[in-house]
Structure formats: structure tokens, C-alpha cells
């Protein structure tokens, strides 16, 4: 049993469904959140900047004598994992493998389409989770550059026209390809699960964050890292950016009233 906090960063509100199904499936674990809102996106950067900003927002969390770290940003996961767990002392996962597990389990006709960041699609990560797992598979990458602008922005209200026209354009390559399964490869995406979906009804949506946070349970389970059930769990807020928008964000994130603890913070 360890009640210390599980820290959890992104490159801004995406990772809030992380934290959204944390709260859900482990209620009694509490959360050390770190959104780098004023460096946002992550996706446009190259893998150098990214992997420099991944230190410091670990960095950061291992502040907080957390006992596990997320990585719930999808770029970071897909390009920077490696050698974040080569420098973590605590276990640490990320969105990629978890996502490419649960589409290999639900795909039927073996075509996995992948909705990222630029950064994402270009690093290959996820056909190279996918095809450890299913060398057979046939991915197809599709990158999204406007969905974190616009989820940042509070343009997820199902069947948003912004957000529809947008995942219309995105999604053509996709029926073509003939994909019955769609990883919503950032955790940005999740919120867009229903504007998406309206699209391709047809098809499997997989969601990173609570792919993630299952794997996350598994393995707090396997090394006795749970929180006991007795204990009050806890949520602390850090960003970058603005406290306020974070605020406005994170309720229709979190699908409940945000009255958690916001503190801005620099990290270079």
C-alpha cells in the first residue's frame, strides 16, 4: 500500500481525461497534474524541443515525491518514452503501447487507423506497438494538427461545426482506407470521441486515456503501489499557462463543477 500521489503531465488539458479515468477506475489514488499550456502544442515541435520539455515536466512532478508518473501527452509518449524511462526512478508509461494492445484486441479486419499529433504520426510509434503485437496489421497514420487548438479552445460540444469540419477532413482518408478501428491518439482526442464517432459510426474508437490508466492500475497492482482504500485521495493542479481558461477546461474535461487548487508555475 502507498498513498503518495501519482503524477500525471501534459502538454496542456488533453491529459484531464487521463485524470478523468484515474478518478473513475482508482478513486482513491491522488494526483499531481502538470499542464504545459504556455508551451503548447508539443505536436509541431521537433523531437529535441519535445524531449527537452518532457524532462522538465518530469522533472517537475518528481517534485512531488509522486510514486508513479503518466505520461499522458501522445507526442511525448511516442517520441520521448524511452529515454524518459531510462531517467525515471519511479515507473513510468505512456499512451502508446496500451492504445495499440486494445486495438489489436478489437480490430476484425486488421486496418487501424491512428488519429495524432504531426509529431506522432512522424515518429511511427504507434504501427510499431501495433506491429509487435500483430505483425500482420495494416496502419494507416493521420495527422490532426487543428483538434488541439480547438479542444484547448473549448470547441468539443458534440457535433461542434469547427471541430466537425475539421474531423470530416481528417476522417476521408480513413473510410478509404476501410479502418474498423480508431486509436484517438492524444489525449486531447477523447473529448471528440462523439463528433467523431457521429463520423464513422461503424468503427471501434480507442480511447488513450483510459487505456492508459488501466495499464496504469495493472501495474501499480503488480508492484503493491495502490493507495489503501481508507485513504483521501487528493488532486493539485499546476500549469503554465493561464489559470483561468485551465479552469473553464477542466470542467467540461473532468464532466463535473472543478473546484480543485490551480497554481501557475515556470519551468524554464
Known sequence: MDNRPIGIFDSGVGGLSAVRALMRRCPQESIVYLGDEARMPYGTRNRETILRYAREDLAFVLRHDVKAVLVACGTVSATALEDLRRECPVPILGVVDPAAAEAVAATRNGKIAVLGTAATIRSGAFPRAIAKLCPQAEVLGV???????????????????????????????????????????????????????????????IDTAKSAVAALEAALLKKGLCAGESGESSQFYFVTGGKEGFEGVAERFLGERFDGEVEVVTLS
Open 143 to 205: 495527422p490532426c494538427p487543428m483538434f488541439v487548438p480547438l479542444v484547448e479552445n473549448g470547441y468539443i460540444k458534440p457535433g461542434d461545426p469547427a471541430a466537425t469540419l475539421f474531423a470530416r477532413e481528417y476522417l476521408e482518408p480513413v473510410r478509404a482506407f476501410g479502418a474498423d478501428v480508431i486509436i484517438l491518439g492524444c489525449t486531447h482526442f477523447p473529448v471528440l470521441k462523439a463528433t467523431i464517432g457521429a463520423l464513422v459510426p461503424q468503427t471501434v474508437l
